[in-house]
């Protein structure tokens, strides 16, 4: 949410110029993006597609969840998260969708005040209930196959790790203003994308969340990056979206970046879908501050 090192092996691809205002565009990319969904009045923090390729979305003002079935359906409210403020969101082991909660002034006090929690979201009974509280955010949530789930906060450091039991443990790690969250495919590593502090994407050992290692800077970019909630592709490259230069950046290895799309501002996460309709497996989705979800078509990952 924004609102108010060792090296790793990763595929390579065209790298930041130096000083230069814009990223370059990844090869293959730079296609317009396309509208797929719109949630008039909404501000969207959090975007996740389910097995049956449907799309849900929280909005940061009424704290109420939606679903969109298929590209150009209108949005579904389905739930309000309690307390408000809409956060992000991430498949529990069970099928149950988490859904992050406490995105409001109060995060502004950083980890002072820790009124975030996660409630469980039933798709198939439209049943919503609280599971965790006492964390200082959950701007970014990512689920290990373990059940372990970690939580973010982008206006303070405290990375909280939550068990399959509901234990919660909201100091598990500490990066300043980390904010997206997800998980590399063998469970080793958390990415978190850095909104404020140095805007860029760091890493975090499960194993040892003393270990950190900062990938990349968006320099050039400058502050105006505000890197929000990302996601990893299928070679575990971080894709993660810009608040205010509008850009969709895909991290290809230590302090290398290019853009998958630009112009488009207020950019607040990017996912992939699911199944095989719908929002698809191998399409990328961008949802927004300005209530808006558009597909990234210079995303598409055929391994997915």
């Not at 003002?61 to 679903?67: D, E, I, P, Q």
């Not at 790690?173 to 495919?185: E, F, K, R, V």
Request: charged fraction near 15%; glycine fraction near 14%.
């Amino acid at each position: 949410m924004v609102l108010g090192s060792a090296a790793i092996t990763l595929a390579p691809s065209a790298s930041a110029a130096p000083g230069s205002a814009t990223a370059r565009v990844c090869a293959g990319a730079g296609q317009a993006p396309v509208l797929v969904g719109r949630v008039p009045g909404a501000i969207l923090e959090g975007a996740v597609a389910d097995p049956s390729g449907r799309l849900y979305v929280t909005d940061l003002v009424s704290g109420r969840l939606f679903r969109f079935d298929r590209p150009g359906a209108p949005a579904i409210a389905v739930a309000t998260v309690p307390s408000g403020g809409g956060g992000a969101l991430a498949w529990a082991k069970d099928g149950q969708l988490l859904v992050g909660y406490g995105a409001d002034p109060r995060v502004f006090v950083g980890d002072t005040v820790r009124a975030a929690g996660i409630a469980r979201f039933d798709p198939a009974t439209g049943r919503l209930t609280p599971w965790v509280s006492g964390l200082s955010a959950a701007d970014g949530l990512a689920v290990a196959r373990s059940g372990d789930v970690y939580a973010t906060n982008d206006f303070g450091s405290l990375v909280g790790k939550i068990s399959p039991t509901g234990a919660v443990n909201p100091s598990w790690a500490s990066i300043p203003s980390a904010n997206g969250a997800a998980l590399t495919s063998d469970d080793d590593w958390l990415y978190v994308s850095r909104t404020f502090a140095d805007p860029g994407v760091s890493r975090i050992s499960t194993a040892n969340p003393l270990v950190q290692q900062k990938i990349v800077s968006f320099r050039g970019v400058g502050v105006l990056a505000a890197a929000d909630g990302l996601t990893l592709d299928s070679h575990d490259r971080p894709i993660v979206p810009t608040d205010v230069s509008g850009e969709i950046l895909r991290v290809d290895g230590p302090g290398q970046f290019c853009a998958l799309a630009t112009g488009l501002p207020l950019s607040s996460v990017v996912t992939y879908g699911r199944g095989d309709s719908g929002f698809a497996a191998g399409r990328l989705y961008r949802a927004g501050f300005d209530g808006a979800v558009y597909e990234i078509p210079g995303g598409r990952d055929a391994r997915r």
